[in-house]
């Protein structure tokens, strides 16, 4: 490329991020455009810098958290999706399923040490359970332990609820409702290109049901998070169209309470030729996203994914929620994660002060819990 070519683009650039930058300081949405021009970048320190200043005028010095405990109920599952190292046929020696009052019991063992204030379940696909059992299981628990709000079943699980039992998914999410679920989770979103997600898991609903499910939710009166799995060989443009997709969804029914990215953990799956994301990409991802959500108040930095540091650095790049204790997370770990499987409050909270930031502890729908 010749001199002046070259000063040229760098023009264009400096341009281009200055119409952005104006845009962000008097709350004016970013385009598609402008999310691709950021992902593009390279200048990651003026994004975090913008997404820094747009997180602090809706958040303020705070980075909220919950004291939380995951329950993985079964790992075996119908679907067979390549990044996922979790799922079990159910004739493997690790194969497991866990009954209602095991699940109880679990609950009442760390309930004991922590006295946290969410459950959050997810699992696999189990070819056998009965719808029933999905039932009995909230109930039980909310009847256990009535201060617990209960966070569970994606909306691949819905979806399955719905297929096996012969329900509309209305009816499947307000059979939840009443039995004591009061959120779903924002997993199963992956990557919502159709190529991708064909390659990556093509047994697992669309990105459009994915999306349905979650506004028929909000319509009933259960929140919901959304997310999004990077690092899967999908191009920027494939992360801005699945951004809007949420966006334009948040903008209809306003009951995504937050946005989480979830970087891809390789180890153990079997996407082939694959690698760990770059830190230089984590942290970019959650800076365009705070700054293209401008209808989500919070983002989610994952700690078992990024680590305990960078998600540290993540704070001052737009994220606001260091997300819960988790107590044993399992999904991730099964992928390779090295990190932490859980926290302790005391740790948490030193974690995030030692940022300069005030922790603040909340439930599941982010009211503030005040102990």
Request: charged content about 25%.
């Amino acid at each position: 490329m010749q001199d002046g070519e070259l000063m040229a683009q760098n023009k264009n650039t400096h341009k281009n991020f200055d119409l952005i930058r104006e845009k962000v300081y008097n709350n004016i949405r970013l385009s598609a455009e402008d999310a691709l021009f950021l992902f593009k970048s390279k200048d990651l320190l003026s994004i975090g810098e913008l997404a820094n200043f747009k997180n602090i005028k809706i958040n303020g010095n705070k980075v909220y958290y919950i004291v939380n405990i995951h329950i993985n109920y079964t790992n075996i599952c119908v679907n067979r999706c390549a990044f996922c190292a979790f799922y079990r046929s159910g004739k493997e020696p690790d194969a497991y399923f866990m009954n209602i009052e095991e699940i109880i019991e679990y609950i009442k063992k760390h309930y004991k040490v922590n006295n946290f204030k969410e459950v959050h379940i997810v699992g696999g696909l189990h070819p056998s359970l009965p719808y029933g059992f999905y039932l009995n299981m909230i109930r039980r628990i909310k009847n256990e332990f009535p201060s617990l709000m209960i966070q569970a079943f994606t909306a691949v699980e819905i979806d399955y609820l719905s297929r096996i039992s012969g329900l509309p998914t209305e009816t499947v999410l307000s059979d939840l409702k009443e039995n004591g679920l009061d959120s779903i989770p924002g997993g199963g979103a992956e990557i919502f290109n159709p190529y991708v997600r064909k390659k990556l898991c093509p047994q697992k609903i669309s990105g459009e049901r994915w999306i349905s499910i979650h506004k028929t939710a909000h319509k009933i009166g259960i929140y919901s998070n959304a997310s999004m799995l990077y690092g899967v060989k999908e191009t920027y443009e494939d992360r801005v169209s699945h951004l809007n997709e949420i966006r334009i969804a948040q903008d209809e029914s306003g009951g995504f309470k937050s946005f989480i990215p979830f970087a891809f953990q390789p180890k153990n799956t079997a996407v082939k030729n694959s690698a760990l994301t770059s830190g230089y990409d984590d942290i970019k991802v959650i800076a365009v996203a705070r700054l293209f959500l401008d209808n989500f108040k919070h983002i989610k930095t994952f700690f078992v994914n990024l680590g305990i540091n960078l998600a540290q650095v993540s704070l001052s790049f737009g994220a606001d929620d260091f997300d819960g204790t988790l107590t044993e997370e399992k999904i991730s770990h099964n992928a390779g994660s090295v990190n932490p499987a859980g926290l302790s409050v005391k740790n948490l909270k030193k974690i995030i002060t030692e940022t300069g930031k005030i922790p603040v502890e909340r439930d599941t729908v982010y009211n503030v819990v005040t102990n």
